[in-house]
């Protein structure tokens, strides 16, 4: 009787296990699996694009391009708001919300690819896609924290782990997170040899470390160049690491995926549905002021008129399909810069000129590159016939500092008004102007408001009591972030 009891509890422990182990069978989504299962090459292409199309070219860059007066905000909605200086726009925390959440959504998918390209992980010997990785960190960290300053990063990505992440010091993310994490990064791609572990899903690079190890070098003549202000002795090492970026061959960082046709740039597709963006004065007088030839693809004469926004201007700022625009803006097969090989020589020729050294040869190559992006970037190149090439442009003009940076305001009027922020605001911190803005509105009535940095994002800022508190204490219009003057 006892054997028979035993065999039977014997049986149904066999019938409830085949049970369970069919339920965990039936329960598992096999075309879904786990994100700690999943190869990190096949997470990194969604970090790249990511990076690209809304941490680099979202709301963020196209207030930016209204600050910088690099682009007229126009449309009788958000952007016109953003040139009128209107604070409900300006200052809100829901404005830059949609680049705050996929900015640290992306953060989170770079920690993952990171952990399992790190040793022990998944993809330990993968050390390409951690390099990869890295970079891309230092990227999207540094654009948070340039536009934002103390920002949540140590304990932000973290998911469920950390619902409330604190809020960390500019000068400890970028120790850490920015040039840090470049370090790094740098290290493991030189590691990384000939591996390529991510040629088809890397759509940046195809794989090829070597031209990720020289994005690398130029972000961090980049970052380095923001610091500036607190460490003057920097300018060596920006040289050192920007010439580290040409050894190692950087050519841009220009995502060229886009098409036109089945797929558009972020910057065309915005414009044409919300026709928010025309060109600016403050540029089209640069430009006039130089007889500069990219000023016919800058101030394209789209809708047959030729009509430019004057920063601050009530009247033109309710204004849709009258103003001219910049021909890009027309063409949805433009890449989109996550750092431009125009940007790179003008930080190698402002370095160089702030230490006294001979940098003419530096500007001609950054101004000839700018000249080469436009044309590219022409939607009607069969029209446009630049009456001289950059290097004789360039050849007519002063290499002073002033001469540099309005260089470079104008190249990165393509897509690269993040950084013409950051100069701007770094150039300040330094005592000097050397593009003047023009919109009566940034000062009204003996008041400030330009603003110094971009408000958090309104997911955070009504989730976490940490960001809350900051949100409702800082100042966009006085609080400098610590890297451009402000405190830590």
């Given amino acids: ?32 699996p786990g994100i700690d299962v999943v190869p990190a090459k096949f ?9 690209a199309f809304s941490t680099i070219s979202g709301n963020y860059a196209w207030l930016a391009s209204s600050f910088t007066e690099q682009e007229f905000g126009t449309g009788n909605n958000q952007l016109m708001k953003a040139e009128l200086r209107n604070p409900s726009e300006v200052a809100a925390s829901t404005t830059y919300n949609n680049e705050w959440n996929s ?8 920690r993952n690819i990171i952990k399992k390209t790190s040793p022990g992980g998944l993809n330990a010997d ?29 304990e932000a990505g973290m998911g469920a782990a950390i619902l409330n992440p604190k ?5 400890s993310i970028y120790a ?28 940046l690079f195809e794989g090829d470390a070597s031209k990720w190890l020289g994005f690398a070098y130029a972000l961090k003549a980049r970052y380095l160049l923001h610091t500036q202000f607190r460490n003057p002795a920097v300018l060596t090492e920006v040289i050192a690491a920007a010439n580290e970026a040409l050894a190692a061959g950087f050519d841009g960082a220009d995502l060229s995926v886009f098409n036109g046709v089945t797929t558009d740039n972020p910057w065309t597709a915005f414009f044409w549905s919300r026709a928010y963006t025309g060109t600016s004065s403050t540029v089209v007088d640069l430009m006039k002021e130089r007889n500069d030839n990219r000023l016919v693809i800058y101030n394209f004469n789209m809708h047959k008129n030729n009509l430019y926004g004057t920063p601050g201007d009530e009247v ?10 910049p021909s890009w803006l027309n063409n949805g097969a433009c890449s989109v810069h996550l750092l431009s090989k125009s940007e790179l020589y003008f930080i190698l020729a402002e370095a160089k000129t702030r230490l006294g050294q001979d940098a003419s040869a530096d500007f001609t190559k950054a101004v000839e590159t700018s000249f080469d992006d436009y044309q590219v970037s022409d939607s009607d190149p069969k029209e446009t016939k630049f009456e001289n090439n950059g290097s004789e442009y360039a050849a007519g003009l002063p290499v002073t500092l002033k001469e540099i940076m309005v260089q470079k305001y104008l190249s990165q009027c393509r897509d690269e008004q993040i950084e013409a922020y950051n100069d701007i605001r770094r150039c300040q911190a330094l005592g000097e102007n050397w593009i003047e803005l023009k919109n009566p509105l940034n000062n009204q009535k003996g008041v400030n408001y330009w603003p110094e940095r971009f408000p958090y994002g309104n997911s955070s800022v009504i989730s976490n009591p940490i960001i809350n508190e900051a949100f409702n204490n800082i100042d966009i219009y006085k609080d400098k972030v610590w890297l451009f003057g402000g405190e830590k």
């Fill in 1 to 32: 009787m006892k054997k028979n009891i035993l065999v039977a509890l014997a049986s149904l422990f066999m019938v409830t296990s085949c049970s369970e182990d069919v339920m965990d069978k039936i329960n598992k989504d096999n075309n879904n």
């Fill in 43 to 51: 997470s990194i292409t969604d970090a790249i694009m990511s990076s």
């Fill in 103 to 110: 900015t640290y959504a992306n953060i989170a998918n770079l």
């Fill in 126 to 154: 993968q050390t390409d896609i951690l390099g990869m990785a890295q970079t891309l960190f230092a990227l999207n960290m540094g654009v948070l924290t340039d536009l934002h300053g103390n920002i949540p990063c140590s």
């Fill in 167 to 171: 809020i960390d010091t500019q000068e």
């Fill in 176 to 203: 850490g997170s920015v040039l840090g994490m470049l370090n790094e990064a740098i290290v493991n791609l030189k590691a990384a040899g000939l591996l390529n572990n991510a040629k088809a899903q890397d759509i």
């Fill in 316 to 325: 033109q700022a309710g204004l849709t399909e009258t103003l001219n625009a």
